[in-house]
């Protein structure tokens, strides 16, 4: 398994770059997140330059199945967070 990124480890690199305690890295990682999910929460695009877009979307209603009993069920409509990366983004990952 691929060790991934968490919001410790996000913390712990503001630490080391600005020599600041761990409980304010994390509140300002806390901070950032919170940001973006109050923008998500009031439709709105929250755009980073360089990074991408988080939007959200609307997914209509739909029937599905399920998988266990197979049996026709509806999926009830919803709102869904996106993320469309910058192109700057794309690049650097070729």
Request: charged residues 35%; positive net charge; hydrophobic residues 45%.
């Amino acid at each position: 398994m691929t060790e991934g990124i968490t919001k410790k480890a996000l913390a712990d690199k503001l630490v080391d770059e600005f020599e600041m305690t761990k409980k304010s890295a994390l509140e300002i990682v806390d901070l950032i997140f919170e940001t973006i999910v109050s923008g998500l929460k009031d439709n709105k695009t929250v755009d980073i330059a360089g990074f991408g877009k988080f939007v959200t979307k609307f997914r209509e209603a739909r029937e599905g199945i399920n998988p266990l009993t197979k049996e026709k069920i509806m999926i009830a409509a919803a709102r869904v967070p996106a993320f469309k990366p910058s192109k700057v983004l794309k690049d650097s990952l070729k």
